[in-house]
């Protein structure tokens, strides 16, 4: 089955700790997008990608980082510099405009 | 800068059709809806390229201006599986895709 596979899918750390989401998708898409969901804000673009090692900043990438090593992977770093951690990440990709999201990743700081 | 979605929310009996507009104050590439049910990831409905075409799924269409910049989604005759948040994404042909704030329909039997 083609799909978007991000994992964890529940993930808990302490202030001050980096924690890696993954995004792995075999839908053999170019572009690959991370979003984070807050209640009330809707869909906010953190990091996308059009092509293996390259990404662009979306509109709040302040305290994340992400790499492009391979088509099929686009994980995404939580720093301890970004401020307020605790959300609903949502990973998509794209071939042709329709985006495929995974099922998300809940990160809580504690 | 994101969208701006109205309204942010409604509530509809079951048959009874609804609009949700979407504005952007950037010159569009497209424009996308999604569906999102709580707990689940947002679904694809569909997506508007600029020339003003309008397009349709099932009893859901939208439209898209794009001299105002802006979209519309109508939904006729709603189901009970209507019900779930819309968002609207708008992109400005460099693959950067922004959501509104979702719009939250909800419609009771």
């Known amino acids: 089955d083609g799909g978007i596979t991000q994992s964890p899918k529940y993930l808990f750390r302490k202030e001050g700790q980096n924690v890696t989401l993954s995004c792995e998708q075999n839908l053999n898409h170019d572009a690959m997008y991370w979003y984070r969901q807050d209640p009330g804000q809707g869909l906010r673009l953190i990091y996308y990608?059009?092509?293996?090692?390259?990404?662009q900043k979306g509109d709040i990438a302040e305290g994340y980082s992400v790499s492009r090593e391979k088509k099929e992977s686009f994980p995404l770093t939580v720093t301890s510099a970004q401020k307020n951690p605790t959300a609903f990440y949502l990973c998509?990709?794209?071939?042709?405009?329709?985006?495929?999201f995974g099922e998300g990743s809940r990160l809580t700081v504690l | 800068q994101q969208p701006v979605q109205s309204p942010q929310a409604v509530i509809l009996r079951e048959g009874e059709d609804a609009v949700i507009n979407c504005s952007s104050s950037k010159a569009l590439y497209s424009v996308h809806w999604y569906r999102q049910k709580h707990g689940e990831a947002p679904v694809f409905l569909m997506i508007l390229l600029k020339g003003g075409e309008q397009k349709g799924h099932e009893k859901i269409s939208a439209s898209f201006n794009e001299k105002k910049q802006q979209s519309s989604l109508y939904l006729t005759a709603s189901q009970l599986s209507y019900s779930g948040t819309y968002f609207c994404?708008?992109?400005?042909?460099?693959?950067?895709?922004?959501f509104g704030k979702g719009t939250l329909l909800t419609v009771n039997p």
């Open positions: 990608s059009q092509i293996v090692n390259d990404f």
């Open positions: 998509a990709s794209s071939s042709s405009g329709e985006l495929f």
């Open positions: 994404g708008t992109e400005l042909g460099n693959y950067k895709l922004t």
